[in-house]
């Protein structure tokens, strides 16, 4: 009961019970559930049917993309032109994306700062500068919301698509340097792929960002 | 009505995470009525808080893989309907509240005939606390905030908030008759 008070616990237990009892439909729920795990198996399935290709097959695939050139633009985070926003003006440019941060820019126990990052005059990636005052205590993380669709990417961010803890959908690890736990992730999903960094002194905090996203 | 059970509902969560979608049934059943209370608090009305329900159901679903066995699941689950009602607002470009007198007037919508008198009385001995201690009661109750999560949601340190709780605690026992 997570030491609360077991009379007053009995009493609000009683009283949730009275409470009126939401109608809602869980079928598109059931849904998602069973469309996420579709994603993952087909990746799964993908993955498999990659490695048993012949081993010439893959040498000759490593050959031609060693000559080819790289179908994703590079570019350098650190020397990107950047804009700090406020969060208004970030929902009326980039509307879907900004999507990401509404969570963290309506709570009140959120601070957040909002930077576009722009390459040769076009915006690729959004990121969100978050104080969190949470459950977890209070921690530090930072979200970058890809606005390309793949088609760019930071060098700095590279090494997250590659990360080695694989969930569905999502690549992540968590390190404990000094006392916190650092944890970076790479997020697949609808409304712009995301990287995200967070530092905290409880390992959960990345699983409480993740949830958010 | 049995009591929350804190390892059930982690059990169902677990259970959604490998893929059993009629996990859901269960959290509905288990704590559907807390989640639509919280919902129906902050966004103001039933219809709009089944809404953030249905919201909080798919973000449930799509967020499973981050859930971890052995944390607190029905915090975890409380959080997504907060965060859902509050995005919900921001929508429709609402100011968002947590309005301390809706969390505690469920008997003012549709309410169970047999459970009314309890409840009134209940809510009566909640509207004699004053503000924070009403506040402490609703993180504590109704958002199953350990001590630690109280300290960090009201910037107190973790003593101060378990002295802040223990006090309005055993304020509202004795206006209940429970002390």
């Known amino acids: ?213 | 009505m049995p009591p929350l059970d804190h390892g059930q509902l982690n059990e169902m969560l677990c259970d959604l995470k490998r893929g059993n979608a009629d996990a859901l049934d269960g959290i509905l059943a288990t704590v559907g009525r807390r989640m639509f209370a919280l919902a129906r608090g902050i966004v103001g009305n039933a219809s709009d808080a089944e809404d953030v329900l249905s919201e909080s159901f798919l973000k449930i679903a799509r967020g499973v893989r981050t859930f971890k066995e052995g944390t607190n699941g029905y915090a975890w689950v409380m959080r997504i309907v907060r965060n859902a009602a509050f995005d919900f607002l921001r929508k429709r470009k609402r100011t968002a509240t947590e309005d301390l007198d809706a969390f505690f007037h469920l008997t003012d919508e549709r309410y169970s005939p047999d459970r009314r008198e309890e409840a009134l009385l209940l809510e009566e001995a909640l509207e004699k606390l004053d503000d924070g201690e009403r506040r402490m009661i609703y993180y504590r109750y109704y958002l199953d905030f350990t001590v630690q999560e109280v300290a960090a949601e009201t910037g107190m340190s973790r003593s101060a908030a378990g002295r802040a709780l223990l006090a309005a605690e055993e304020k509202l026992k004795k206006l209940l008759g429970e002390i």
């Open chain 1, 1 to 213: 009961m997570n030491g609360k008070d077991a009379a007053i616990e009995r009493r609000f237990r009683e009283y949730f019970a009275g409470a009126e009892a939401p109608g809602i439909d869980l079928k598109e729920a059931k849904a998602e559930l069973v469309r996420a795990r579709r994603r993952a198996a087909k990746r799964r399935a993908l993955t498999l049917s990659l490695s048993s290709a012949c081993a010439c097959l893959a040498l000759v695939l490593v050959f031609v993309f060693a000559l080819m050139p790289a179908p994703v633009m590079r570019y350098a985070l650190a020397s990107a032109d950047t804009e700090t926003v406020a969060y208004s003006e970030l929902k009326e440019r980039f509307a879907d994306e900004a999507r990401t941060f509404a969570p963290f820019s309506l709570s009140s126990n959120a601070t957040a700062e909002y930077t576009v990052y722009s390459t040769e005059g076009q915006p690729v990636l959004l990121e969100a500068r978050l104080g969190i005052s949470d459950g977890l205590g209070r921690f530090k993380a930072v979200v970058r919301v890809d606005l390309t669709e793949g088609k760019y990417l930071a060098e700095e961010l590279a090494p997250y698509k590659t990360l080695g803890k694989r969930g569905e959908d999502c690549r992540f690890e968590t390190l404990y340097i000094n006392g916190e736990y650092v944890s970076r992730a790479y997020v697949v999903r609808e409304g712009g792929n995301c990287f995200v960094d967070v530092e905290s002194a409880r390992e959960e905090a990345l699983g409480f960002i993740l949830g958010i996203l």
